[in-house]
C-alpha cells in the first residue's frame, strides 16, 4: 500500500494532538490517584524518600499498637492494686471490730504531737541527742538499746524534759506497753539507766530494762537525786537484774531531798541479792504513791526489799493507791522503814498487799528511830515468818480506819523489849479491824479499846492465837470471810473465762470473714492478667519505643500474693493475734502503694512516649505526601487548559483538511 501524504500543517496539528493526548493521561492519572509521583519514573528522588518516611511511619504505627497495648496490661494491674487496696481496708476493718486495743500509729503521726521542739526517736544515737540538746518532748518509737554505759553512762534528763513511750499520747493497749522501750547494761557502779537531777522531769509510758554486775555502789534503772527535784514517773514496766553483793539497788531510786510521784500502772521486778523495788534515803527524800497508782512490785534474791524508806526520808501511800508487794528471798521484807527519821504513811483507803515466802522474812519491819503509820488497808500473807516486826526505837500506829489482814503461820505482830534502849511500841487505835487467818480458818476482830503495848520485860508477840487475849477486841462481820473471798475468786473467774469464750466466739465469726476476703484478695491478684501478662504475679513487661528497638522500657512486675507481701491466714486465738493481723494488713497496704507509684511512672513514660510517636508519625506522612502529593487545583486547571488546546488542534487540523478538499474540487 502506498504512503499518504500529508500536508505540513495536517502533520503539525496531528503531533500537537497526540503530545495533548499524553499530557491529558498523565494529568488524567495524578487527578485519579492525588498524587504526582506515581513510581521512580516521575521523580526517583522524591519518590524513594517518601517510601522511606512512609514505611517508617508504618513501623512506628505497629509499635504505637504495641504501646498501647502496654498501657492496657498497666492499667489491668492498677485497677487490680485500688481494688485489692480496697479488700485490705475491708479485712482491716474486720479485724479492728474485734482488736481489743488499738494500732501503734506511724511515727509521723508521733511527729506532729511532739512539735518542732520535740522528737521522736527510734536509735541509741537520736535518743541521746534528743535529750543532751534539751528536747522538750521525747517520743520513744520502738526498742532502744543503749548497750554497754559503763563508760557512757546513762540518760541525764534536762529540766522540764519528758521521756515518753507511745501510750502516753493514747491507749494503744498491750501493744503500745510492749512497744517503747529502753534497755542497756553495765558491769561499774554508780551509772544508772536514767537520771534525774533537774527540776520537774518526766518518764511515763516505757518499758525499762537495766542490768549491772558491780559488786558496790549505787545502781538504779531510775535515779531521782538532788534537794526538792521533782521527778514523775507514770505507767512503766521496770526490770532489773544485779549480779554484785552491796546494798543500795533498785528499779527506782529517791535520793538527797528529792521527791518522786508515782502514778498510773508501775511495775517493777528486781532480782539479785539486795535487790529492792524502790530505793528512798537521804535528807528528806520523798516518795509519793498517788490517788491513782497501782504499783507492783517483785523481788527475788537475798536481803530483797519492796519499798526501802531509810534515813529521814518519807513513803506516803496515798489514799486510793492500790500496792502489791512480792518479795521471795530468804531474809525478805516488803516495806522496811528503817534507819533515824525514816517514816511510811498508809493513808485511808489506800490498798496494799504483801506477800513474802522467805525465810526469815517480814511483811513490814521497822528499824531504829523510825515510824510506820496505817490508815489504810492491809493484807500481809507472811509464809513461815513475821507480819510487822517492831524493835527497839520504832513505833507502829495502827489508825481506827485502818484493815488489817495476817495470812501467817508463824507471829502476826513482833514488839522487841530492850532493858538499855526504848522497847518498840505498837498502837492500834479503837475500831481498828485485824483479822487472822490460819490453816484456812479466818477469826476476825474490831479493837474495842485503844491500845499500846511497849513491852517492859520481855518481847511481846501477837499471834492468832492469843490476839484477843492481848488486844481489848471484839468479833465483827465487817469483812468477808475467805470462803466468800474464794467464792467471789472462782465468780470472777468464771465470769472472765464467759467473757473470753464469748469473746474467741466473735473472733472466730470475724476471723472466717477476714480469711474469705484475704482468699477474694489471691483470687483478685491472679485475674489481673492482660493478653497473658500479670504485673501483679511477677511477670514482666518490654515495651518498644522505635523501629530498631534500640529505646525500650521494661516493666517490672511484683509479686502481690498475699504470702508474698506477708500475709498470713488468720488464726485469732488470742486477742493479741488480732494485732499481729492488723500489722500485716497495714504493712500489705503500704506494699501496695508502693507498687501502685511505680506502675504510675511507668504509665506516665509509655504514655509520653505514646504520644510523641503517634505524633512522630504524623511528622512523617506530612512528609512523603508533601513530596508525592499533587495540587488537585493547579492539575485541574491544567486538564481544562489541556482540552481548550485539543479543541483548537483538532480545530486547526480541520481547517487544513479542508484546504486540500479545496484543490480536489476542481478536477
Sequence with gaps: MSEISLTASMRSNLLSLQQIAKLQDSTQLRLSTGLKVNSAIDNPSSYYTASSLTNRAEDLSALLDSMGQSVQ?????????????????????????????????????????????????????????????????????????????????????????KLVGVNYYGNFG??????????????VKEKNLINISKANCLVSDLNLDYENSADSGNLFAINIQGQNIVGNLENLNIKTEFNGSEVHRAGIGIRSGAIGNLSGKINIQSSGQYAYGIYNAFNRSILNITANTQLNIKTDGTNGKGILTDNLATTNIMGGAYVNIKTTGNISVGIYTQVTGAETNIFADADVNIETSGTNSYGFCLYQNTKLNIMGNVKVTANNAI?????????????????????????????????????????????????????????????????????????????????????????????????????????????????????????????????????????????????????????????????NRSATLDVMGVDLSSDKIGMMMADWSKAKDVQTSLEQVINAKNTLRSASTKLGNYYSIITERETFTDNLINVLQEGADKLTLADMNEESANMLSLQTQQQLAINSLSLASQASQAVLRLF
Design 73 to 161: 496490661t498497666i492499667k489491668a494491674a492498677t485497677e487490680g492494686i485500688e481494688k485489692a487496696e480496697d479488700l485490705l481496708s475491708q479485712m482491716k476493718a474486720i479485724a479492728e471490730q474485734v482488736n481489743t486495743g488499738v494500732y501503734v500509729p506511724e511515727k509521723s503521726y508521733f511527729e506532729k504531737l511532739v512539735g518542732s521542739n520535740g522528737a521522736v526517736v527510734t536509735n541509741a544515737e537520736e535518743l541521746r541527742a534528743a535529750v543532751d540538746s534539751g528536747k522538750e518532748e521525747i517520743c520513744v518509737y520502738g526498742k532502744i538499746d543503749l548497750g554497754d554505759i559503763s563508760t557512757t553512762g546513762g540518760l541525764e534528763l534536762q529540766e522540764n524534759q
Design 387 to 547: 507480819g510487822f516486826s517492831i524493835p527497839n526505837s520504832t513505833e507502829c500506829h495502827i489508825g481506827s480506819s485502818a484493815q488489817i489482814l495476817l495470812n501467817t503461820k508463824n507471829i502476826g505482830f513482833y514488839i522487841e523489849y530492850s532493858a538499855s534502849a526504848v522497847s518498840g511500841l505498837l498502837d492500834i487505835a479503837q475500831g481498828a479491824k485485824i483479822a487472822f487467818e490460819k490453816d484456812g480458818n479466818t477469826s476476825w476482830y474490831e479493837v474495842k479499846d485503844d491500845y499500846s503495848t511497849q513491852s517492859a520485860t520481855a518481847a511481846t508477840k501477837i499471834t492468832a492465837d492469843n490476839f484477843t487475849a492481848t488486844v481489848s477486841s471484839e468479833t465483827t462481820e465487817a469483812w468477808k470471810t475467805a470462803g466468800d473471798v474464794v467464792k467471789e475468786q472462782e465468780q470472777e473467774k468464771a465470769a472472765q473465762a464467759e467473757k473470753e469464750a464469748e469473746e474467741q466466739a466473735n473472733r472466730e465469726v470475724y476471723q472466717k470473714q477476714f480469711n474469705n476476703a484475704l482468699s477474694q484478695y489471691d483470687s483478685l491478684i491472679k485475674d489481673s492478667s492482660y493478653k497473658g501478662v500479670n504485673l501483679l504475679q511477677a511477670d514482666d513487661l518490654k515495651v518498644i519505643f522505635n523501629e
Design 174 to 187: 498491750t501493744e503500745g506497753e510492749e512497744f517503747s522501750s529502753i534497755s542497756a547494761t553495765a558491769t
